[in-house]
């Protein structure tokens, strides 16, 4: 009997290879419903990675506190507005900085503090994609990044009209490729290049600025600079380990209360939450857009049940003879079986391989990063497979059921 | 025992006005090592006797006793079973599978028994060789010629050892030196103890018989046994034997009777041949064939 499958499937190849075009339309559905389901399956997950990375890089003791209430699903309220500023109902006033720093356990913080004015350097001229950003010396630290050139503002230079600037601020406002000690101006105020930040590891989806464009000056030159109008989006906080996270918390959330009379107006994030919220999106989004792709395999499916249909239809004399020389109603089934798995399973295949390079195309152009596990691919293997049994099964059984002299007859 | 009884077996097809009978209570009864000729007009009922005794098709009355077994209720999986190990087929048009080799079609009745790969193509090469075409054995049906291609058909009905051998006008397609051949070839399987039955229309071919069985309108007129080499005696006379026409007249409902009647009606004796007849049903006497000739 083993020996027979294995010559329904050999046969199966044949009849897959000779009609290659219209066999290639038939698992258009189910190659495209494969590689969409793992390419965007394994976006997600990748997204994922790079939240999980940024978290661990910048440490599992980065406090964040964000002005507004942001609702993360608490298991009891489904809310979908869980994206941080679309629930702003409150601000961080420039003061609150000082408070967080003068916490109980807090080792590190810094302000946040964005403002909008004219950027001009020689000879690009004016720079309009950067943002400007106001903050203390310990900004390096809380976020674990290092500089590629020169030193980031020291406690000294509080005060001073110097700058820090990325590295994709560095490429576009200048035309020296170390621009240290250059000077352009900020809102008609001349400032020097003191340091370059070394390339950010930007992850899609992320809350960050861009700090690759980013300048960042002094964070009272700033408020100098605005007349102490610089909105403070953020303000990031560090303890010694992770241990003192909640206590600090606590604290930084008592203080900053007492501070804004009362009014629970902010939200003091811990690391893990920060991501939670992004997580939830990504899942929901995942789940939904993989829905989608999986009605393409559907679809492929009953396309293969088409072509089966007319396959059959078409091989009624060849079924007729085989019948009469002796094949058993389930030979004549398996064998149509075989050749529609072979042909969900063969789209599956190429379907698999389309998402690996649809994978690497997205790495080269794209900042995303998808993780293409096996289980996805699994998934994806087994249910075109499915799809191809279950499809296969109705011209399968037509044709194990056609009366041997009716099949012999047809031409 | 014999190897073939059927006793008043009666096919009907359709219902109601639109029914046919195509087999009118024939009782034939052949021994194990005949080797018989089944003759008549077209649309006699010849084919469709052959589909009853190939177990393709099922009596609607009468019964059916194949080697000893009653086989006229088989269920189509027993039926299938039936054919691949007691029954071999031989068909007017060959009936290849255009896609496999031919010995792959050769060993494909071996494959639904459940043979290894090697076994069956080491049995599939055996039979090739003893029809004589086993150097066209990886060769595909249409580089064959046909009386090749009906020496492949017949190593595949071979194959399985059958006890039976149903061909169904198996030189129709062929031309008289491969007709030959063919017939020789039977012959011999004839000799080696198998029990032949087969279909014809050429009074010629008789001289391989042992046994000549006549039709007419789905019932059995004529049985006469037969020496070998010699043309039966009655083969010659009888009208429908008059080779038929084409397929597509066959299609457009002209068969070779209504196309001879108007130029020989002398010939019309064959029916005093007929003995012991049943009576005619009222099925019968609606036929058409039976409105031609009155």
Redesign the interface.
Known sequence: ?K??T??HLK?GF?SVR?AKMRNFWTMLGIIIGVASVITIVSIGEGVKVQIAQQVSKSGKNLITIRPGTVNINDGQNQNFNVLAGLSITGSLRPQDADIVTKSKLVTASAPLAAISTKVVSEPAGQFRNGVVIGTTPDFPTLVNQSLAYGVFLAPDDMGMNVAVIGEDAADKMFDVDVPLGHAFTIGGEEFIVRGILEDFNNTPLSDRANYNSAIFIPYDVAQKLTKDNAVVYEILAKTANENDIQPAIADIEKNLQASHGGQEDFSVLEPNEAVAVKNNVLTLMTGLISGVAAISLLVGGIGIMNVMLVSVTERM??IG???????????ILSQFMIESSLLSLTGGIIGVVIAFALDGLLRFFTNLRPVITWEVVLIAFGVSLIVGIIFGSIPALKAAQKD??EA?RSQ | MALIELNEVSKVYGFGDASTLALDEATLTIEKGEFVAIMGPSGSGKSTLMNVIGLLDRPSHGVFMLDGKSVSKLKPNQAAKARRDTIGFIFQSFNLLPRLSVLENVALPLAYRGLSLSRRTKQASNMLERVGIQDREYFLPNQLSGGQLQCAAIARALVNNPKLIIADEPTGNLDSAASRLVMELLSEIHKTGNTVLFVTHNPELTRYATRVVYMHDGSIIHDEPTALGQVAATARKVLYTLSTTSEDDDLAGVSALMMALPTKPAERKPRKVTKGKPAKSTIRRTSKSDKASK
Not at chain 1, 321 to 331: D, F, M, P, S
Request: hydrophobic share 40%.
């Open positions: 009997m020996s027979l294995r010559g046969a044949d000779r004399h060849e003879i085989r019948k009469a020389i002796g094949a058993t109603n389930r030979q041997p002299i012999l």
